[in-house]
């Protein structure tokens, strides 16, 4: 079975501090993604990385960076958060690309203060 | 872009068969057309995929017309448990242009 993991479930943090969200998958696929999931707006794509230290800009990539350092880890970063990244951020990674089957994390609600 | 439209909600008796549809009126070519199922606080999980006409697995069915501009996820005989949100996403394999959309919240009622 794959599995994603992601670093916490839960996370509190202050507005301004620098943020980091791991994410862990064990199934040696190229591409991973990140993702902050609202009420009324659905999953929407932040950063995706299909190669190791190659990344791209999803829909709102504004605000956050990325870190793949490694084939199997995928990192999102908030370099100064603030309170409308409030959300619940989704990991997943596929073999091939956005439309191959995605295997998702459990999440991680992020609460900035 | 082939971007998706799909109901926001539907509500369902226990032991119904349920068909949720959705509309890709863009989907191109090399596009596939993808079902997610989401439970509250957890990621979404893969469900079924499939190019044209029907594509069955053990928990859904997949119905694509000849257009392939709709699609439709049907459920047999639903239980509480498939209370959740489903996602339709069409996009080629290998790209990394897609949109998840809202879903469609499904209620099963006792």
């Known amino acids: 079975d794959v599995k994603v993991t992601q670093s916490s479930r839960y996370l509190v943090k202050r507005t301004g501090e620098k943020v980091f969200l791991e994410c862990v998958q064990d199934?040696?696929?190229?591409?991973m993604f990140w993702y902050r999931q609202d009420p009324g707006l659905g999953l929407r794509l932040i950063y995706f990385?299909?190669?190791?230290?190659?990344?791209e800009k999803g829909d709102i990539p504004e605000g956050y960076s990325v870190s793949r350092e490694k084939k199997e880890r995928f990192s999102l970063i908030l370099e100064s958060a603030s309170t409308n990244q409030t959300s619940m951020y989704l990991c997943?990674?596929?073999?091939?690309?956005?439309?191959?089957?995605?295997?998702f994390g459990p999440g991680t609600r992020l609460t900035v203060l | 872009l082939a971007k998706t439209t799909q109901p926001i909600s539907m509500d369902s008796y226990e032991g119904q068969e349920v068909n949720i549809t959705c509309s890709h009126n863009?989907?191109?070519?090399?596009?596939?057309i993808t079902w997610y199922q989401q439970f509250p606080s957890q990621g979404p999980r893969f469900i079924i995929q499939?190019?044209?006409t029907k594509v069955t697995n053990e928990v859904a069915s997949l119905f694509i017309p000849a257009d392939r501009k709709s699609s439709t996820l049907s459920l047999p005989r639903v239980s509480l448990s498939d209370t959740a949100v489903y996602y339709c996403?069409?996009?080629?394999?290998?790209?990394?242009?897609?949109?998840f959309g809202t879903g469609t919240r499904l209620t099963v009622i006792p």
């Open positions: 997943a990674s596929s073999f091939r690309g956005i439309a191959d089957t995605q295997y």
């Open positions: 199934m040696d696929h190229e591409n």
């Open positions: 990385s299909y190669d190791v230290k190659m990344k």
């Open positions: 863009n989907i191109a070519t090399n596009d596939y």
């Open positions: 499939g190019y044209k």
């Open positions: 996403l069409v996009g080629e394999p290998g790209a990394n242009n897609l949109f």
